[in-house]
């Protein structure tokens, strides 16, 4: 569970296999869109895709911590509190997409001839 701090409320956030779902659902992709949509997030995404991931994120995140969906404006106030598009480099946004992130890919062992070390010199 991840715990998104917005001024007094405390906005509990969880990531697994059923957010994927909900937000390959929100999105209209499949899972291998859901890896390409990661895959955006590390290689400088434009602010407007940054932005629409991020809120996709958030979105798929509360609705499994807490079985209700938010609304787009409760989720774009929410980023509002945090600083806005432009703290989606910094604090607890990109806490909260390294968390989903780590999750995702926790214990993900590469494939035979996939050289992820070369990949990140490049």
């Known amino acids: 569970m991840f715990e998104l701090k917005v001024g007094e409320k405390t906005i509990n ?3 697994g296999t059923y957010a994927m779902k ?14 390409a949509l ?4 590390a290689d400088s995404p434009s602010q407007q895709e940054a932005f629409n991931m991020l809120q ?10 807490n079985g209700s969906k ?3 404006i409760e989720v774009c106030e929410w980023i509002d509190e945090l600083g806005g598009i432009v703290a989606v480099n910094k604090g607890q946004l990109v ?8 999750l995702t ?8 001839g996939d050289n992820v070390e070369s990949k990140k010199k490049e």
């Open 38 to 41: 990661l895959g955006k997030m």
């Open 105 to 112: 890919m926790n214990g993900v062992t590469p494939l035979p």
């Open 56 to 65: 996709w994120f958030l979105h798929a995140g509360y609705e499994y911590a």
């Open 70 to 72: 938010a609304t787009d």
């Open 13 to 15: 956030l969880k990531w």
């Open 22 to 35: 909900l937000l390959c659902e929100r999105t209209g992709t499949t899972l291998d869109g859901f890896f």
């Open 95 to 102: 806490d909260y997409i390294n968390y989903v992130v780590s």
